[in-house]
């Protein structure tokens, strides 16, 4: 598929809110995007959002009965059509998550695992700082001394086998990624369209970035 001078991010949606805000924030930044409920739209857009809101067994039930995976598999992982994932859309990114004991996609190795409720208070819910641990061109636009704030909801924290795959990170009784990237693929644990200003711009940097740049 030739990459147009605006690219269309389509965003899946799986009945959860979470995919009407995030086109909502994508329609604020001028962005072109498309919602997408069933595999066959992939081929009017240029580059996808999973968006997450709720559990990952349960999102990769729907998923999995609707068939995105085997949809998704060719147009991202072997064409290299640029990926990002929101929230339990980076967890579901790995091979398995703890949560529903969950099979995932399995794009990037490693696991997901909870917060020890001991710790910390289940689920995090607030503003956590982010600092950048890559060069990977999704961050490109990040604060000029690597940090900022973002908005997280969440009670599993993905467990990344390859380090290099973490792109940013920030602590919640314990450090783990808050972002993820390997070429195409991209994921945020916080949620880009409720972080403000910063999350907005890598919203905006996501959909602008040229595949050529990602291989």
Request: aromatic letters at 10%; one cysteine or more; glycine letters at 6%.
């Given at each position: 598929m030739s990459y147009r001078d605006r690219p269309i991010a389509g965003v899946i949606d799986y009945r959860s809110g979470n995919s009407q805000s995030v086109v909502h924030a994508l329609d604020a930044l001028g962005v072109p995007s498309r919602l997408m409920t069933a595999p066959h739209e992939l081929d009017s857009v240029d580059r996808v959002v999973l968006p997450g809101v709720g559990s990952a067994g349960t999102t990769m039930e729907y998923l999995t009965k609707a068939g995105w995976p085997e949809a998704?598999?060719?147009?991202?992982?072997?064409?290299?059509?640029?990926?990002?994932?929101?929230?339990?859309?980076?967890?579901?990114?790995?091979?398995?998550?703890?949560?529903?004991d969950a099979t995932c996609l399995g794009w990037l190795p490693g696991t997901v695992r909870p917060f020890d409720r001991q710790?910390?208070?289940?689920?995090?819910?607030?503003?956590?700082?982010?600092?950048?641990?890559?060069?990977?061109?999704?961050?490109?636009?990040?604060p000029e001394d690597g940090e900022g704030y973002f908005y997280f909801v969440n009670s599993y924290y993905a467990v990344p086998e390859d380090?290099?795959?973490?792109?940013a990170v920030t602590e919640y009784g314990l450090?783990?990624?808050a972002a993820v990237a390997r070429g195409n693929i991209m994921a945020t644990q916080f949620h880009c369209e409720k972080s403000g200003p910063l999350g907005l711009d890598?919203?905006?940097?996501?959909?602008?970035?040229?595949?050529?740049?990602?291989?």
């Open positions: 998704l598999h060719p147009r991202v992982v072997e064409d290299g059509m640029p990926f990002l994932g929101i929230c339990v859309g980076l967890q579901i990114l790995f091979e398995s998550s703890a949560e529903q710790q910390v208070r289940v689920p995090q819910i607030g503003w956590n700082q982010v600092r950048r641990v890559s060069d990977h061109p999704f961050l490109a636009g990040f380090p290099s795959d973490t792109c450090p783990f990624p890598l919203l905006s940097r996501f959909a602008k970035l040229p595949q050529e740049e990602l291989c």
